[in-house]
């Protein structure tokens, strides 16, 4: 029901920024929670950040004030901005939506993943 296509990553020099975007084949209004995750090789997926349809955000402890989450409504789109960038931060990032469909019902959906790199 919910298509996610994300946007490329890229190579960044440590202390650089780079923003990544998720745009959604319906409205994000309808969409209760989207969320970014990454994983590193060798590491389990872990959640970055996430923001409700209501602005509520929350974040991983070591990104938190480096990484702001947002959205906008208009373009269905969500947004990782990533600043300060560590080495520590490379991965593949996922972006994730969440949809209510009933009272007790919600489906997860995944979008295809993007590299991101941090050099030294």
């Known amino acids: 029901q919910v298509q996610l296509v994300q946007s490329a990553g890229g190579l960044v020099q440590a202390g650089g920024s780079l923003r990544l975007s998720c745009a959604a084949s319906?409205?994000?209004?309808?969409?209760?929670?989207m969320r970014w995750y990454r994983q590193a090789p060798g590491n389990q997926r872990e959640l970055v950040a996430a923001i409700s349809t209501f602005g509520n955000t929350n974040y991983e402890e070591s990104v938190k004030g480096r990484f702001t989450i947002s959205r906008d409504n208009a373009k269905n789109t969500v947004y990782l901005q990533m600043n300060s960038l560590k080495p520590e931060d490379t991965a593949v990032y996922y972006c994730?939506?969440?949809?209510?469909?009933?009272?007790?019902?919600?489906?997860?959906?995944w979008g295809q993943g993007t590299q991101v790199t941090v050099s030294s």
């Open positions: 994730n939506a969440v949809v209510q469909a009933g009272s007790s019902d919600y489906t997860t959906y």
């Open positions: 319906r409205s994000i209004l309808s969409i209760n929670i």
